[in-house]
């Protein structure tokens, strides 16, 4: 995990830039970090824009650290309880709907006996001795709670050495939803990842779908039994198929941005709050999002009109600092 965690701060920037631009406040951010029961008790941590500043959220990001843990599966389980948990606490405090969807980054298998985990046992405890948990330890169980929640769910995996590792895992994860292959471990193309599929379920097209790839296992059913009904020992051969990176917009997801320069024009709340997120968004780890985000690069043609702006003219001075 030690790419993600590097990598993931400048995503989260582009993630803030963009909901607030879009959504404007209507969006919520949650960061929900999980190790395993072998590096203490404190397995799940979380932050969140409904109780931190977005600095506080990237301080939370810097503090984070890779554990080399006690085998390769880490407890994931207990991360989508807490997510579950957390969902239904929101909206029972909510007087409005809320939907959630969720962006797993993960580089290993959940807790299984036949996922060589160790720590299977603690895990199971854990959940069942945590009334908050409902969805339980069970995978499918958890699959079925996150469907009766209409919570979606989207992995972005990286590669596994072993492509047998990488089918078993793949089987687990895309139980949930669609699984990306992210083969680049870059913080560009991680980014480039996360962001053209968070376009695409706002119902916009992302150019770059072609440098990306979603996965499935062969023949994998979900519908029926628990988890041991379902998930083979290690010593099963699977295969899994590549897909295009292509994902169905959500609902919830959908914005119009058609009318984001005019807004921009006529309200000058909003004109200065575009201007202070690029200016902070302006840095060497981020600049590269005009070239493949369309509604950066839309509100930034719109700025490049207003020449005469002292503002622009900072931007585009610390525009040429990035890319020099």
Known sequence: MGRYISSLAATIR?????????????????VVSYKDYCDGKLVVTHCSQRTHSNKQILDFFAALVPHGGGDIPEAIKTALNFVHSTVHRIRQASVMPTDALVLLFTDAPPHHIHT?????RQEMDAIEANPQYTAGYDWLAIRRAFQAANIHVHTLHSNLAEVHDMAQSVLFYSAMGPVVLVENESTTEITKATMGLLLQLMGHKFE????????????????????????????????????????????CMLEDVSQLPVLFESNDTYQNMVYTIFGAFFTPANVLALTYNPILAKLWRVICRRRLDPR???????LSTCVS
């Not at 060589?116 to 299977?120: A, E, H």
């Not at 622009?312 to 610390?318: D, E, I, M, T």
């Open 208 to 251: 770059f779908a072609s440098q990306f790839t979603c996965v499935t296992v062969d023949d994998a059913k979900f519908d029926v039994g628990t988890e041991n009904d379902v998930f083979p020992s290690m010593d099963t051969r699977l295969a899994f198929t590549k897909h295009p990176f292509q994902f169905t917009p959500l609902p």
């Open 116 to 120: 060589l985990s160790r720590y299977w």
């Open 14 to 30: 582009q993630v803030f830039a963009v909901i607030k631009l879009l959504f404007r406040g209507r969006v919520k951010l949650h």
């Open 312 to 318: 622009y003219l900072l931007l585009s001075v610390k």
